[in-house]
């Protein structure tokens, strides 16, 4: 059953706000954020470009480096990526079984390492190039959050820059949600083709992922496919919300 999720969570210093995820089951698009609402204005121009280049494209990498599929993920500033942990490794949110024919368990990385390849772009009209690798430095698979930071070149023959050319994205608080706020999302879905895709829509209502009886997570009519997990959701601001996710669930 193909789930369309997202989460945020404030976790290892690189996130504010307490865990949000969000799931619903198929036919519904669906998103999940941490946030913050705006001013009620539209997204300026200004801001929509630096969410465009902050979000990268996240290669998803097995033992050998080769790669299983890919991700979206939003630069925080000084390498440090955050995404899904199914972006990652393996999380029994939306299944017991690895479907990835590697057999990792729940909280484990696809790469023994935790690594994956980081393609971000300059231009949203390009292809995002894959250049950094990263490594996973944090994280929590009970709430499908990853952390990753950039280690080093793809490219043998390259130095690693001291300062890491993606524009740094600002995170909000996640306490404020309210139903009708407005989100919009950045990411790579498949069906998007290559390059950046941007959409939008409202928070439309809650969900209670982890089933402790508080809301964790919330739901969206902004249009979230394969490939947007682990990606970028901010409000009117600029500022981030959130993290788009697209996942399979498992019949049980």
């Known amino acids: 059953m ?12 690189f996130l504010a706000g307490p865990p949000i995820l969000v799931r619903e089951v198929v036919g519904t698009l669906v998103g999940g954020l941490l946030f913050a609402p705006g001013k009620g204005n539209a997204l300026e121009k200004q801001d929509l470009q630096k969410a465009l280049l902050s979000t990268v494209k996240i290669l998803v990498l097995d033992p050998d480096l080769e790669v299983l ?54 231009d949203p009209r390009q292809i995002p190039k894959p250049t950094y690798f990263a490594q996973v430095v944090s994280g929590e698979a009970d709430v499908d959050v990853a952390v990753v930071k950039i280690s080093g070149m793809i490219d043998p023959k390259a130095n690693l820059p001291a300062a890491i050319p993606i524009p740094a994205m600002t995170i909000t608080d996640s306490s404020k949600v309210e139903i009708g706020d407005p989100v919009y999302v950045f990411g790579y879905p498949g069906v ?7 959409t939008k ?31 970028l959701a901010t409000d009117d601001d600029g500022d981030q919300i959130g993290i788009p996710t697209f996942s399979s669930l498992s019949q049980q």
């Not at 193909?2 to 210093?13: E, F």
């Not at 500033?77 to 199914?86: A, D, K, L, M, P």
């Not at 969900?207 to 990606?231: H, L, R, V, Y």
């Open 2 to 13: 193909a789930v369309a999720s997202v989460a945020t969570v404030g976790y290892g210093g």
């Open 69 to 122: 599929g890919t991700c979206s993920g939003t630069h925080l500033g000084e390498g440090v990526i955050v995404t899904n942990w199914h972006c990652v490794g393996h999380t029994d949110l939306y299944g017991n079984e690895d479907d990835t024919g590697l057999g990792v368990g729940h909280g484990e990385t696809y790469n023994p390492d935790g690594i994956v390849a980081i393609a971000p772009q300059n």
């Open 192 to 198: 998007g083709g290559q390059r950046i895709t941007f």
């Open 201 to 231: 829509g409202e928070i439309s209502g809650f969900e209670d992922q982890t089933n402790d009886g508080e809301p964790d997570s919330f739901k969206t009519d902004a249009a979230i496919n394969p490939g947007n997990s682990g990606g």
